[in-house]
C-alpha cells in the first residue's frame, strides 16, 4: 500500500553539495527505511540520493548528482516504510517562490532550487564558465 502525502518543511538549506530538509512534522530514525529519489521532470529518469539523517533533518547528499541535471530540473521525493506501510512525501516550502543558489563551491557546476507557487521544490545545476 503506498499513500501519498505532503511533506511541509521548516526551513530548506543548500550548502557544500548538500540539501537540509529541516522539519519537525514526523520523526526520522535512523533505523527508518527511506530513499530519496529525485526525478529529472523532463526525461522522467529517476535518480535515488544519498542521505543522512540527523535530528528531524534529512540531508541529501548531491556530488554525484551534478551532471544529472544540467539544463534540467528534478523533482524531489521521499519513500518511507513504517510497519509494512509505504509513505511517498513531497516535500513542500510555506513560502512564496523563491530562487536560490548554492555560492559558495568550488567546482564546475553550480545548484540552484526553486520553489513553485504549490511549494513544491525543484533542483537543477548549472556548469560555470
Not at 543558489?101 to 521544490?121: A, C, H, P, T
Amino acid at each position: 500500500i503506498l499513500e501519498n502525502r505532503k511533506l511541509k518543511l521548516d526551513k530548506l538549506i543548500l550548502k557544500n553539495n548538500t540539501l537540509i530538509f529541516e522539519q519537525n512534522a514526523i520523526e526520522l530514525e535512523k533505523e527508518s527505511e527511506l530513499l530519496v529519489v529525485i526525478q529529472n521532470v523532463k526525461t522522467k529518469e529517476e535518480f535515488i540520493c544519498e542521505y543522512l539523517i540527523t535530528t528531524n533533518n534529512i540531508v541529501v547528499l548531491l556530488d554525484s548528482l551534478f551532471n544529472l541535471f544540467t539544463n534540467y530540473e528534478g523533482s524531489i521525493q521521499i519513500l518511507r516504510k513504517n510497519n509494512d506501510k509505504y509513505y511517498l512525501y513531497t516535500p513542500i516550502l510555506n513560502c512564496k517562490p523563491t530562487i536560490d543558489s548554492q555560492k559558495d563551491v568550488n567546482s564546475q557546476y553550480r545548484w540552484f532550487v526553486r520553489v513553485l507557487e504549490n511549494g513544491e521544490i525543484r533542483l537543477s545545476s548549472i556548469m560555470k564558465k
